[in-house]
């Protein structure tokens, strides 16, 4: 069976496709939009979207609409519904218009059409622009006018349009709003046009004064209309006002419990519900005390089990923010609950065990909560808590549905969380999820492994207890080819990784091959691989990748799984070192280098042009020197036996003055050695920072190659080169440090063990002995033995960030530089537009760009002549914050040395936590300078008149000596 292994590594990877340029494709539409048929004008019109996407730039952008505004302006009502579609699919490239006004004219010419639905589309196709054309007073004049109009197709898009233009400008907002008013009061008006009219008061939000007034009009229209509808459109509207307003949030929280408590209506109910947890969501901690009781009380009375639900997943939302401490505490950290608090509680234990498995997961959240947010007389409440986990995951692993999936889920987010907050509650949870791993449905085995092994993280202890009925487990697993089962045994090998990591018997590893050998497919063979690799398993996953390598269908991913199978024999090698065994570490090193060197031979041929791995190969490539830093580091420490100082070494160190050379060829050696790790710490924190799209574990796993570089770096300037200077203070490692995996908690304890024993030596004894040469190397090999891992972003992108940059003025041609005089500026701009993959902002956002020009003279001309050079910037940095994934700025340069200039422009972004990720692109343009022409000519002259001084004094000369 083939095996097909693109989706790890190479989705959401480039954007390197042949296509025709930009150009091109704008002239194959426009032959589309200039012909005679129809359906070839609509088909040309429906593409543009797609060219969009393609060539995101201002310059094709505003060519593109103004073609469109002409179709819209010339053709026929289906050209301009289609034109309509195209402009509101392509709302975020419309700041990218160049030509505002004329795009504009064109468009609002076909709103003095006789035809109402030709005005129609126009007012909708102006709404749609409103975020470009906020204040134009022609279509505010327009949209107020057909408000009035007796056709309904034109009133309503009237009203969309009015909508748009609402949201974006203040002007049109504070002129259209008693007219919105009077036409809601107006008893011309129908009701169902009331109820598309009342939406557009929530963008009245743009000063309090207007938001104040449009409140009290909503108060009048409650009053007024107290109809199911009315009140439903009227207090959701509300709603939104108080959210964008921010200003009435309290008082809206109150008017929704009132409802919520006095309105018998179900649908009114619903509705406040609804809007109540919009509310929690964006401000929770507004929510008083006493609305989270009147919450409660509403959920205790209610007798439907729909509106429980929704009141109870609006506490559930409260119960994990801000909002539940100050339930339970007063701003000065103290426990001051209120009278009735034991509502909430009570509320908790009773939906716990309720025969809906939505009712009983928010239960399970309120109260798991509760337990990991007080701090006394709990020992109930934990109790409480296990039996109402235990109870939902009996409840639900026996059923199939989609709710009951979702609830379980629920109930495994509770569990974790409440082992993190309750460690000593962990041993029941455990065994009962192993109790109903062997009765449940395969599609919830699948959560529980997951639940199984984010606990086994968190508490190794565990882990190792549940390996034996893990294995058991393992060994019923049917050989169904189903995906779930398939799944299953890629979740199950996952937890018995993670239970089992320090040492992996042979009895496990056999167990798992001879079942994958019974009913796995390849696909499943490899994720169970990478798992292991992720793990520090390199001797099991180094046997998986070998058995794969023919059941691949493409060179490439043949090379890819030969480098992964290389890698883990490599590292396999390293991780059975003695901590004397000095000789054997580096006929180990070697050996790992020999396989690491295959590996990355294996790993370029991998690479393509779309999927250059640049990030595997870097990594490996650090890998590598690291490993080769490490066996010169023994043998710079063997060389103390083997090449010990010379006896005129004393004499030396006090003839130079210098004391450390009395230890000899040691000492250049060893600074030579610290360099190098200081160059590798350097060089892993430039990856660190060129990784934006990575997961939080690849950076960790990353950042501790970089501390084991520079622990090596301090041990060797603290224990010989410099141990009186040395501060151990800022390399020590706080207690505090809480490790996510057991690769990072083994890595931590190397680094406070080896500093423990550097300091404690560096005190007693001076340089250079045998037991600081012993010293580093066993640092070393403590480092070797910790099983490297492989990070999920050496096998899998699950976010893509890529940013192209346009520079103007550009070249006619790449070889061409641009002509600049040297009395002149050059206005650089720089656009730029922020692609993604099919996940953006999984793991973190972009909030700016941050863009570098830099100018380098690369030759000279012709200058005999002293130049002036101030105002001269050689680098400059504009920081811009992208709008719908697009921004611009420019910069201006100035060349006053005549030659040939290199002008490079590198963008680097900044997350929404401020820290700066050297992500590229880096774009250069050559630049010309050249001498303008009226300097040149004043030049010349002077020389002129210089020369014709000179001749006339040499003349004068001659004649003086006869």
Same mark, same amino acid.
């Given at each position: 069976m083939a095996l097909t292994i693109a989706r790890p590594f190479l989705s959401d990877g480039g954007y390197g496709e042949q296509e025709m340029d930009a150009n091109s494709a704008l002239m194959e539409l426009d032959k589309g939009l200039r012909s005679g048929k129809l359906g070839e004008q609509c088909e040309a019109v429906v593409r543009f979207p797609r060219l969009f996407q393609k060539y995101p730039f201002p310059i094709l952008i505003n060519s593109a609409f103004l073609k469109l505004a002409d179709i819209f302006r010339v053709g026929n009502n289906f050209l301009r519904l289609c034109v309509l579609k195209v402009t509101q699919q392509s709302e975020k490239h419309l700041e990218k218009i160049l030509n505002v006004d004329e795009f504009v004219k064109r468009v609002f010419s076909v709103i003095h059409s006789n035809d109402p639905v030709a005005r129609a589309i126009t007012l909708r196709m102006l709404g749609s622009m409103a975020s470009i054309i906020p204040d134009r007073k022609n279509a505010h004049h327009s949209i107020r006018q057909s408000l009035d109009s007796h056709d309904n197709i034109e009133v309503e898009a009237a009203i969309f349009a009015a909508a748009h233009f609402s949201a974006q400008s203040k002007d049109f907002a504070t002129g259209i709003c008693n007219k919105i008013g009077e036409m809601i009061e107006g008893l011309a008006t129908p009701v169902d046009l009331k109820l598309k009219l009342i939406p557009i008061l929530q963008y009245m939000h743009h000063d309090a004064t207007l938001a104040s007034s449009t409140r009290v009009l909503l108060q009048q229209l409650v009053a007024l209309y107290p109809s199911t509808k009315m009140v439903i459109v009227t207090l959701h509207t509300f709603t939104q006002l108080a959210a964008s307003s921010l200003v009435d949030i309290p008082k809206q929280i109150q008017l929704l419990l009132q409802y919520l408590k006095e309105d018998p209506r179900k649908a009114v109910k619903r509705l406040s519900v609804q809007d109540l947890k919009m509310l929690a969501n964006k401000t929770p901690h507004m929510w008083s005390r006493d609305n989270i009781q009147s919450l409660c009380e509403c959920a205790l009375q209610s007798p439907y089990d729909s509106l429980k639900l929704g009141t109870l997943s609006v506490l559930s939302t409260l119960s994990g923010t801000i909002a539940l401490k100050q339930y339970y505490y007063n701003s000065q950290g103290t426990s001051t609950a209120p009278a009735h608090s034991d509502d909430l509680i009570k509320l908790a234990q009773e939906c716990c065990y309720h025969s809906n498995c939505a009712i009983a997961a928010h239960g399970v959240t309120v109260l798991t909560n509760i337990t990991s947010c007080l701090e006394k007389d709990i020992l109930a409440l934990e109790q409480d808590a296990v039996f109402a986990l235990e109870s939902l995951l009996v409840l639900c692993s026996q059923e199939s549905s989609v709710?009951?999936?979702?609830?379980?889920?629920?109930?495994?987010?509770?569990?974790?969380?409440?082992?993190?907050?309750?460690?000593?509650?962990?041993?029941?949870?455990?065994?009962?999820?192993?109790?109903?791993?062997?009765?449940?449905?395969?599609?919830?085995?699948?959560?529980?492994?997951?639940?199984?092994?984010?606990?086994?993280?968190?508490?190794?202890?565990?882990?190792?207890?549940?390996?034996?009925? =893990?294995? !058991?487990?393992? *060994?019923?697993?049917?050989?169904?080819?189903?995906?779930?089962?398939? %799944?299953?045994? +890629? &979740? @199950? $090998?996952?937890?018995?990784?993670?239970?089992?990591?320090?040492?992996?018997?042979?009895?496990?590893?056999?167990?798992?091959?001879?079942?994958?050998?019974?009913?796995?497919?390849?696909?499943?063979?490899?994720?169970?691989?990478?798992?292991?690799?992720?793990?520090?398993?390199?001797?099991?996953?180094?046997?998986?990748?070998?058995?794969?390598?023919?059941?691949?269908?493409?060179?490439?991913?043949?090379?890819?799984?030969?480098? =992964?199978? !290389?890698?883990? *024999?490599?590292?396999?090698?390293?991780?059975?070192?003695?901590?004397? %065994?000095?000789? +054997? &570490? @580096? $006929?180990?090193?070697?050996?790992?280098?020999?396989?690491?060197?295959?590996?990355?031979?294996?790993?370029?041929?991998?690479?393509?042009?779309?999927?250059?791995?640049?990030?595997?190969?870097?990594?490996?490539?650090?890998?590598?020197?690291?490993?080769?830093?490490?066996?010169?580091?023994?043998?710079?420490?063997?060389?103390?036996?083997?090449?010990?100082?010379?006896?005129?070494?004393?004499?030396?160190?006090?003839?130079?003055?210098?004391?450390?050379?009395?230890?000899?060829?040691?000492?250049?050696?060893?600074?030579?050695?610290? %360099?190098?790790?200081?160059? @590798? $710490?350097?060089?892993?924190?430039?990856?660190?920072?060129?990784?934006?799209?990575?997961?939080?574990?690849?950076?960790?796993?990353?950042?501790?190659?970089?501390?084991?570089?520079?622990?090596?770096?301090?041990?060797?300037?603290?224990?010989?080169?410099?141990?009186?200077?040395?501060?151990?203070?800022?390399?020590?490692?706080?207690?505090?440090?809480?490790?996510?995996?057991?690769?990072?908690?083994?890595?931590?304890?190397?680094?406070?063990?080896?500093?423990?024993?550097?300091?404690?030596?560096?005190?007693?004894?001076?340089?250079?002995?045998?037991?600081?040469?012993?010293?580093?190397?066993?640092?070393?090999?403590?480092?070797?033995?910790?099983?490297?891992?492989?990070?999920?972003?050496?096998?899998?992108?699950?976010?893509?960030?890529?940013?192209?940059?346009?520079?103007?003025?550009?070249?006619?041609?790449?070889?061409?530089?641009?002509?600049?005089?040297?009395?002149?500026?050059?206005?650089?701009?720089?656009?730029?537009?922020?692609?993604?993959?099919?996940?953006?902002?999984?793991?973190?956002?972009?909030?700016?760009?941050?863009?570098?020009?830099?100018?380098?003279?690369?030759?000279?001309?012709?200058?005999?002549?002293?130049?002036?050079?101030?105002?001269?910037?050689?680098?400059?940095?504009?920081?811009?914050?992208?709008?719908?994934?697009?921004?611009?700025?420019?910069?201006?340069?100035?060349?006053?040395?005549?030659?040939?200039?290199?002008?490079?422009?590198?963008?680097?972004?900044?997350?929404?936590?401020?820290?700066?990720?050297?992500?590229?692109?880096?774009?250069?343009?050559?630049?010309?300078?050249?001498?303008?022409?009226?300097?040149?000519?004043?030049?010349?002259?002077?020389?002129?008149?210089?020369?014709?001084?000179?001749?006339?004094?040499?003349?004068?000369?001659?004649?003086?000596?006869?």
């Open positions: 709710g009951a999936q979702n609830a379980l889920k629920t109930a495994f987010t509770c569990m974790v969380k409440l082992m993190c907050s309750r460690p000593h509650l962990s041993q029941p949870v455990v065994e009962s999820l192993l109790t109903q791993l062997h009765n449940a449905q395969d599609i919830a085995r699948i959560p529980m492994c997951h639940c199984l092994a984010a606990i086994a993280v968190q508490l190794p202890v565990l882990g190792e207890g549940m390996l034996g009925e =893990l294995m !058991e487990l393992y *060994k019923m697993i049917g050989s169904s080819s189903t995906d779930k089962q398939q %799944e299953l045994m +890629v &979740a @199950l $090998a996952t937890v018995i990784f993670v239970a089992n990591q320090k040492t992996m018997s042979a009895d496990v590893k056999s167990v798992i091959k001879q079942q994958l050998e019974n009913g796995a497919n390849g696909w499943t063979v490899y994720k169970i691989a990478r798992q292991a690799s992720r793990m520090g398993n390199h001797n099991m996953a180094g046997e998986l990748y070998h058995g794969l390598l023919t059941q691949v269908a493409s060179e490439h991913f043949y090379f890819w799984l030969n480098s =992964l199978k !290389e890698f883990s *024999k490599a590292e396999e090698g390293l991780t059975g070192l003695q901590d004397s %065994e000095s000789s +054997v &570490a @580096l $006929a180990r090193i070697a050996e790992a280098l020999k396989h690491y060197q295959r590996g990355i031979a294996s790993l370029t041929a991998a690479s393509t042009p779309t999927n250059p791995l640049t990030f595997q190969c870097e990594f490996v490539k650090l890998r590598i020197d690291m490993l080769q830093a490490f066996s010169q580091l023994i043998c710079t420490c063997n060389s103390l036996k083997t090449s010990p100082p010379p006896a005129i070494a004393t004499a030396i160190a006090m003839a130079s003055g210098n004391d450390l050379q009395r230890c000899g060829r040691i000492t250049n050696q060893m600074k030579i050695s610290m %360099e190098e790790f200081r160059s @590798l $710490a350097t060089r892993y924190h430039d990856m660190y920072q060129s990784s934006f799209d990575a997961d939080s574990a690849t950076l960790r796993n990353v950042e501790l190659q970089q501390q084991s570089c520079l622990l090596i770096s301090h041990s060797i300037e603290a224990l010989i080169l410099d141990p009186d200077s040395a501060s151990f203070q800022e390399y020590g490692c706080s207690g505090n440090v809480h490790a996510e995996s057991e690769y990072e908690r083994s890595m931590l304890s190397v680094f406070t063990r080896v500093l423990e024993d550097v300091e404690s030596l560096s005190r007693k004894y001076p340089p250079v002995s045998y037991l600081h040469t012993m010293c580093l190397c066993g640092a070393v090999i403590s480092l070797l033995k910790v099983p490297l891992s492989f990070q999920r972003y050496f096998f899998q992108k699950l976010q893509s960030t890529s940013i192209k940059l346009a520079l103007s003025p550009s070249p006619r041609t790449p070889t061409e530089p641009i002509i600049v005089q040297n009395n002149q500026q050059l206005a650089l701009k720089v656009e730029g537009v922020i692609q993604h993959g099919s996940k953006p902002g999984f793991f973190r956002k972009i909030q700016a760009v941050c863009l570098n020009v830099s100018s380098s003279l690369q030759s000279k001309g012709v200058q005999d002549y002293k130049v002036l050079m101030e105002n001269m910037a050689d680098e400059m940095e504009q920081r811009v914050e992208p709008h719908n994934d697009y921004f611009s700025t420019q910069f201006l340069l100035c060349f006053v040395s005549l030659g040939n200039h290199i002008v490079t422009v590198e963008a680097s972004v900044v997350d929404s936590n401020g820290i700066i990720w050297k992500t590229g692109p880096k774009t250069t343009i050559a630049i010309k300078s050249m001498e303008d022409p009226f300097s040149q000519q004043l030049r010349l002259q002077q020389q002129q008149q210089q020369q014709s001084q000179q001749q006339s004094q040499l003349q004068r000369n001659a004649l003086c000596r006869f």
